[in-house]
T-cell receptor, first 115, second 114 residues
């Protein structure tokens, strides 16, 4: 079974520029997550989708970050405009559902550097 | 609010020895899940082991076991017979909220020495 795919793997941009990340979850997984992992910290949830709908975006900086999940499958996360503090690894994960025992499968991540 | 605390920023262990990575959690939920993930230098998060709050037995997966002490709110990971490939960051996490998002601790970096 194919894992969670993400692209690009690395991105370097200047502050105030925009950037987009793409995620393709495991086939059949209804729940998709975007996490931000700043160097030296654990991942922090930015947004969680259940099929097409957003179920948690409480920690998403909505003035600059946006995300969508097309037809309940692929997802894109956008930052516009980027700030220096957005430098981090952005991890996409997916799971079959939202039960407490459902394992989340993570993609390889996109490392963003904002200069 | 839910919180995960990992108090060991770094740990060292000799190859073939056992090591325990500490994790304490805080939640007011009665039903929750506890997870351990491994993150090698390549960056991907690898699921290791899961423990449900109502599970009476400690979870085990090969060389990994979870020492679950509910009254103390601790969920320590025990790795037996350490291997060089076990060198990585280890994150403890718990489910939180109505849709069971994961809350992660700050992680512990494990170095296995030959």
């Amino acid at each position: 079974e194919a894992g969670v795919a993400q692209s690009p793997r690395y991105k370097i941009i200047e502050k105030r520029q925009s950037v987009a990340f793409w995620c393709n979850p495991i086939s059949g997984h209804a729940t998709l997550y975007w996490y931000q992992q700043i160097l030296g910290q654990g991942p922090k949830l930015l947004i969680q989708f259940q099929n097409n709908g957003v179920v948690d975006d409480s920690q998403l900086p909505k003035d600059r970050f946006s995300a969508e999940r097309l037809k309940g499958v692929d997802s894109t996360l956008k930052i516009q405009p980027a700030k220096l503090e957005d430098s981090a690894v952005y991890l996409c994960a997916s799971s079959l559902g939202t039960g407490i025992s459902y394992e989340q499968y993570f993609g390889p991540g996109t490392r963003l550097t904002v200069t | 609010a839910q919180k995960i605390t990992q108090t060991q920023p770094g740990m060292f262990v000799q190859e073939k020895e056992a090591v325990t990575l500490d994790c304490t959690y805080d939640t007011s939920d009665q039903s929750y899940g506890l997870f351990w993930y491994k993150q090698p230098s390549s960056g991907e998060m690898i699921f290791l082991i899961y423990q449900g709050s109502y599970d009476e037995q400690n979870a085990t997966e090969g060389r990994y076991s979870l020492n679950f002490q509910k009254a103390r709110k601790s969920a320590n990971l025990v790795i037996s017979a350490s291997q060089l490939g076990d060198s990585a960051m280890y994150f403890c996490a718990m489910t939180a909220g109505g849709y069971n998002k994961l809350i992660f601790g700050a992680g512990t970096r494990l170095a296995v020495h030959p």
